[in-house]
């Protein structure tokens, strides 16, 4: 029996965990997380938060997608997801893990709820205005295929993800080298392994859709 358990709903970044797994190719089970389900006493003992994904390896626990990814890339290095350690590879690693985590969700988010980022607040908003942290992704997906040069890793695992998403809901430009980047990486093995694990959820009558609010 697998000591890695993926706590998810396929109608969030859960599926991005989703992913991660099926590229590290080791076995897990999966517990599907109801809405209402997610603020139970149990679940909240993992999370505390309330959210998925959460990750459990044996004892450990693991929640947010940026980390739970990095996680398995590091538990799992035969795989070839991250640079070395020490290497020169690792800091743009670590760069865009934590750009895609911090700069543009926050950017996106920003655009998708309107909020005011000018010229009074942009010093202080991590991802500055929305066109900087656009601009700088799009700059660094035109010097090479992925975001550490010629080879995919975890980095592209995530940007990919949150790039597919945040252009079909409207809030990232539909920018030619987006949109090839995202083909690339959704084009992997895993990546439709993946999905197609978390489409066959979503075909199940009882399965909630998630609440507009809260």
Known sequence: MSDITLYTHPYSRGRIARWMLEEVG????????????MKAPEYLAINPMGKVPALTHGNLI????????????DQFPEKGLAPAPGSPERGSYYRWLFFVAGPLEMATTAKAYDWRIDADNVTAVGCG??????????????????????????????????IGWEMMQKNLEER??????????ESRPAARRANEL????????????PPKTG
């Open 26 to 37: 080791v076995p897990y089970t999966v517990e599907v997380k109801e809405w209402a389900a």
């Open 198 to 209: 978390d489409d066959a959820l979503l075909e199940e009558p009882a399965l909630n859709r």
């Open 129 to 162: 205005y929305h066109a900087d942290t656009v601009n700088t992704l799009e700059s660094a997906l035109k010097q090479s295929p992925y975001l550490c040069g010629d080879t995919f890793t975890t980095a592209d695992l995530l940007a990919g993800s949150y």
């Open 62 to 73: 693991v929640t947010e997608v940026a980390a739970i990814c990095a996680y398995l890339a």
């Open 176 to 185: 030619p080298v987006f949109k090839d980047y995202v083909q690339r990486v």
